[in-house]
């Protein structure tokens, strides 16, 4: 009756830590400071970007990105999920496609404001309702890369959310540069796709 007990103690508690696990971070649940959260009705990305060069010639990225779209997530995903299109909008991507069957992006970028030119490849779900995207970049630049998109709908506006980490060898890029390129670009992709997928 004991070992019974035990068992469904523990079923119940790992239960409540999958459903909190794959549970999206709401605008509640941002990791900023309510006056930065604020900013998001204004149009404002916030965006943080930390690298940091280790002893062991080990680097180390840590990404955060809060955007509020314009419109609901019903609109919204219309357009930011059809990741082959990108590069019809996007002008430092240069090329994009995305394996429906495997559930792969591939991007290549190229940009004055890239050290050099990039290929991303990763697996990623084709995004369609609110919720959580796990993604991981297997090749190229940043290939160990993991991270999370969190979606959530907030006051009729989609509410976007991005986490990722990383630790690898030193890609021998500066630690301010990598910051300044990582920010940069994501403010431009969250700007530009924004802009295309309000209606």
């Not at 059809?82 to 991007?107: A, G, M």
């Not at 890609?171 to 994501?186: G, N, R």
Request: aromatic share 16%; with cysteine.
């Amino acid at each position: 009756m004991q070992y019974l007990r035990l068992l469904i103690l523990n079923f119940l508690l790992l239960s409540s830590f999958s459903l909190s696990a794959i549970e999206a971070i709401n605008y509640d649940k941002l990791p900023f400071t309510p006056a930065l959260k604020k900013k998001l009705f204004k149009n404002h990305t916030i965006l943080n970007s930390d690298v940091d060069t280790l002893k062991d010639s080990k680097q180390e990225f840590h990404f955060k990105m809060a955007a509020l779209h314009p419109k609901s997530c019903q609109i919204a995903l219309r357009k930011l999920s059809r990741y082959e299109t990108f590069h019809q909008y996007i002008d430092f991507i240069e090329n994009s496609s995305y394996d429906e069957k495997n559930k792969k992006v591939y991007f290549r970028l190229t940009s004055v404001l890239l050290p050099f030119n990039m290929v991303l490849q990763f697996k990623f779900d084709r995004i369609s309702t609110p919720g959580l995207y796990p993604f991981e970049f297997n090749h190229g630049f940043l290939k160990g890369l993991q991270g999370n998109v969190h979606i959530s709908q907030k006051k009729n506006r989609c509410l976007f959310y991005v986490k990722a980490d990383w630790k690898g060898p030193d890609s021998h890029i500066p630690d301010l540069v990598f910051e300044f390129f990582t920010k940069a670009l994501s403010k431009i992709l969250v700007e530009k796709m924004f802009s295309i997928s309000r209606f």
